[in-house]
């Protein structure tokens, strides 16, 4: 896998939004990213995540995590670098991850966005074992919970967002591989799922 970060300078930024009739918005994002990966390539070889990191005046910010390296964008510099094997061989974590907070109804079968804090620990802490890990006691914090609303051609979409942010034991390898690869949770083409993450040594989680 390749990670890369796609820094955008403040005249990339206004040109960026000159070709979309003054919007830098999710879907502006997700068009950025989209064009670093040629749709020539297969599926499976087009598989990326990104998440969307801001910055300041003078630059924002794109994390990218790929099969393949990301092609020159026609705006911006890119820096990508091969994840190493070991990297997902630790047991402890400490990670951030933004995701589009979800329940299905247990009467309607409708998806329906989950709100409020202590619901949303509640719902992470709880799917967390699907995804291969167990979050560590008093770690998980969530913030930076909000609603997405942008245009995607002529639909408007609205997403609901929150970032999670803690520490973790890994309880099934290969579940956890998987979730890092393919991230954590519901559309991805929008800037959710990409699993941060940076080992932990026994010292470091009691901090």
Request: aromatic share 12%; charged share 30%.
């Amino acid at each position: 896998m390749i990670a890369s970060v796609l820094h955008i300078s403040r005249a990339d930024y206004e040109k960026i939004r000159e070709n979309n009739q003054g919007v830098f918005d999710t879907y502006t994002l997700h068009k950025i990213v989209y064009s670093l990966f040629p749709r020539e390539t297969t599926e499976e070889t087009r598989r990326f995540l990104f998440a969307y990191k801001g910055g300041d005046f003078y630059e924002k910010r794109i994390l990218l995590l790929s099969k393949n390296k990301p092609t020159e964008p026609e705006y911006g510099t890119i820096e990508s670098k091969e994840i190493p094997s070991d990297f997902l061989s630790q047991d402890l974590y400490g990670f951030e991850v933004q995701v589009n907070p979800v329940r299905r109804g247990s009467k309607s079968g409708k998806i329906i966005p989950v709100r409020g804090k202590d619901e949303l620990l509640k719902w992470f802490s709880e799917k967390a074992p699907s995804f291969g890990f167990e979050v560590l006691p008093d770690s998980l914090s969530v913030s930076d919970t909000d609603v997405l609303k942008f245009k995607k051609e002529d639909h408007a979409v609205v997403l609901g967002k929150a970032v999670f942010v803690g520490k973790l034991k890994v309880i099934d390898r290969q579940l956890f591989i998987s979730t890092f690869e393919n991230g954590l949770g519901r559309e991805k083409a929008f800037g959710f799922g990409l699993f941060q993450i940076v080992p932990l040594t026994n010292a470091s989680v009691g901090a």
